[in-house]
């Protein structure tokens, strides 16, 4: 198995099908270059029987517009002998592309890619467009699948072309600047951090915080799924106070989406529940379902990652207290509250000292917990705690 490296953009423009545009200035300026670890390539152990590739047919390319490689944007000299309108800078990256996705999408592009007519009524090309709109979400979710599944699978190489897909298609569909591309540059900076490439890990998570800021009101799972990467990718790079703090947010987003449960389940990971007498017992635990479940495991593992480093860090775990603290004054339980806060405050005193800016956030906030019990306000800037309103209220964790 031989190893080599080749850049890959994240985004290339698509020629047919009055695909994407350019992007804007914002983006143009972010560098668009990952390393990516290939196991494929010549004299590796076969190529699979179907990957057929061709020297590109001059009449491919009518117009004049260079034949980009479909996984790194280089100038490409072959195509796929099946579909004909995928092109590649050589067999290598073709292996890739076609054990990352291509295989499932083969003849599925050549509709999307082999430009249509311009005659017709306009009933026709209403039709038409409505239709390859159709093909391209339903390609995109394919791609998104795959490149899950590839990442659940540790397949980082391959989970980077089918996450470009997905890239790809989100734009065809929903622009350049849409919310709707973040989990396509989650899923590519996953594979990143996956391939050890954190400088473009971080290219990636950036893309995916700026569509995110532009969008006051996006999904609380997204923001969560966010700062995870972030965390990981921090983690990765032994910067742990940052990824904890990340992770307080992650914990923080999930627990708007997933409800009170999850979070007592995480307490109980965490090992947080020593000590806490009196507001505990079993008869308040949920059952978590299914989807809470493997939402709780991909928190865990993000968790086990922070732990295990943890001698790194001074003030990591009251970190976490702090935003349980705030998590149960939101749900409504401020002797909890209380107890979570109050222990971020003392680490905070003794290792920032009294006058610290985060020290003395905590204290005004303890006092706000004791004061007004479970009816305050969340004063944390840094938890966002403002969009978590309504759903806030939902519910006590005990009652
Ligand atoms: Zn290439
Ligand atoms: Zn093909």
Not at 237 to 253: F, N
């Amino acid at each position: 198995m031989s190893t080599s490296f080749a850049p890959i953009p994240p985004i290339q423009k698509r020629t047919v099908g009055g695909g994407a545009g350019g992007h804007n200035g914002a983006s143009d300026t972010t560098p668009r270059r990952a390393m990516m670890k290939s196991t494929l390539g010549p004299g590796s152990d076969g190529q699979p029987l179907s990957l057929h590739a061709t020297f590109i047919n001059p009449l491919a390319n009518p117009k004049g517009i260079k034949l980009g490689c479909e996984l790194c944007g280089k100038p490409a000299y072959i195509q796929c002998k099946d579909c004909r309108v995928t092109f590649y800078c050589d067999k290598e990256h073709q292996g890739t592309d076609f054990r990352g996705i291509h295989e499932k999408i083969c003849s599925l592009l050549i509709p999307l890619r082999t430009p249509v007519s311009v005659l017709g009524s306009e009933e026709e090309r209403i039709h038409r467009d409505k239709q390859t709109r159709h093909r391209q979400i339903q390609l995109l979710e394919l791609s998104k699948t795959e490149a899950h599944k590839k990442l659940f699978e540790g397949q980082y190489d391959l989970a980077i072309p089918a996450a470009l897909q997905a890239l790809r298609f989100s734009m065809d569909v929903y622009g350049q600047d849409s919310i709707q591309l973040v989990p396509s540059y989650l899923l590519l900076g996953e594979a990143s951090i996956g391939l050890k490439q954190y400088p473009q890990a971080e290219d990636y998570l950036s893309l995916a915080k700026w569509a995110i800021l532009k969008v006051p009101d996006c999904e609380h799972r997204i923001r969560s799924q966010m700062h995870r990467n972030f965390g990981l990718l921090y983690a990765s790079l032994g910067k742990y106070d940052d990824a904890l703090a990340q992770l307080s947010q992650d914990i923080y987003y999930a627990s708007l989406v997933k409800g009170p449960s999850i979070l007592v389940f995480l307490e109980g990971c965490w090992g947080l529940e020593e000590g806490i007498e009196g507001g505990g017992g079993e008869e308040e635990r949920e059952v978590l379902d299914e989807a809470q479940q493997a939402e709780a495991v991909q928190m865990l593992t993000t968790i086990y990652t922070f732990r295990t480093s943890f001698a790194a860090s001074s003030t990591g775990p009251a970190e976490v207290n702090y935003v349980l603290g705030q998590l149960h004054h939101i749900y409504g339980n401020s002797e909890r509250a209380k107890e979570y806060v109050g222990k971020a405050l003392e680490v905070y005193e003794a290792v920032l000292g009294r006058e610290h800016s985060l020290t003395i956030e905590a204290r005004n906030f303890f006092k706000s917990v004791v004061k007004v019990g479970g009816v305050g306000r969340v004063t944390s800037a840094g938890t966002g705690a403002h969009h978590g309103g309504s759903a806030g209220r939902r519910r006590s964790i005990a009652r």
